[in-house]
Nanobody, 123 residues
Framework: QSHLVESGGELVQPGGSLRLSCAASGFTLDYYAIGWFRQAPGKEREGVSCISANGGYTNYADSVKGRFTISRDNAKNTVYLQMNSLKPEDTATYYC????????????????WGQGTQVTVSS
């Protein structure tokens, strides 16, 4: 079974909002940087946002800046991605991943991955 479990993905209309959650399964997230990534059919997996282990630093892809917010609650062993003003091009399977190292939007550097949650933005 995956080490991370995403939830919160669903069908939403353009302009709507969703909050995705990422919870650890079998380990604590306290010392891991966390990234959110997405992959649409026929497209490469891309970095969306990431957050440092202590939550003090965040980064976002240009395509989501001003619309998405990443946060974490280490006491709950959970990371969140608040997505506002959703667009059809945000449609994808969203994955969270954990990295024992410095946060990055490069997906191939991450150690543990969830199975993904589907976000569909459509009228």
């Amino acid at each position: 079974q995956s080490h991370l479990v995403e939830s919160g993905g669903e069908l939403v209309q353009p302009g709507g909002s969703l909050r995705l959650s990422c919870a650890a399964s079998g380990f604590t997230l306290d010392y891991y940087a966390i990234g959110w990534f997405r992959q649409a059919p026929g497209k490469e997996r891309e970095g969306v946002s990431c957050i440092s282990a202590n939550g003090g630093y965040t980064n976002y892809a240009d395509s989501v800046k001003g619309r998405f917010t990443i946060s974490r609650d280490n006491a709950k062993n959970t990371v969140y991605l608040q997505m506002n003003s959703l667009k059809p091009e945000d449609t994808a399977t969203y994955y969270c991943a954990a990295l024992r190292g410095t946060m990055t939007l490069e997906p191939y550097l991450y150690d543990y991955w969830g199975q993904g949650t589907q976000v569909t933005v459509s009228s």
